[in-house]
């Protein structure tokens, strides 16, 4: 059974830091693109950053380029993406997701095959 589950989240002020963490298990994710989204209250769900298997290729959304920091860790049996979010703002404040996709990259989340459950994080101003 596949399992994508995020951690980390939590209410943090305005210019704080914050990491997150997903740990993804169940298959095989080799060759598996992954990637973070979040989605606000009434918004559509957005694409934030990915990372390829290796690590070679990652990719930011121009939202987050320099205050966010994608990562991954390939274990046997597990992977796990980290996403350390700094100089975090209150329109940072949303459910964030870890999903994984085997193909090419998109930020359409109809492209991405697994997902998390989400990890609330609220930002104060």
């Known amino acids: 059974q596949v399992q994508l589950v995020e951690s980390g989240g939590g209410l943090v002020q305005a210019g704080d830091s914050l990491r997150l963490s997903c740990v993804a298990s169940?298959?095989?994710?080799?060759?598996?693109?992954m990637g973070w989204f979040r989605q606000a209250p009434g918004a559509e769900r957005e694409y934030l950053a990915s990372i390829t298997w290796t690590g070679a290729s990652i990719d930011y959304v121009e939202s987050v380029k320099g205050r966010f920091t994608i990562s991954r860790d390939n274990a046997k049996n597990t992977v796990t993406v980290p996403l350390q979010m700094s100089t975090l703002r209150p329109e940072d404040t949303a459910v964030y997701f870890c999903?994984?996709?085997?193909?090419?990259?998109?930020?359409?989340?109809?492209?991405?095959?697994?997902w998390g459950q989400g990890t609330q994080v609220t930002v104060s101003s």
């Open positions: 999903a994984a996709t085997g193909r090419s990259l998109s930020p359409d989340p109809a492209h991405w095959d697994f």
């Open positions: 169940g298959r095989s994710f080799m060759g598996f693109r």
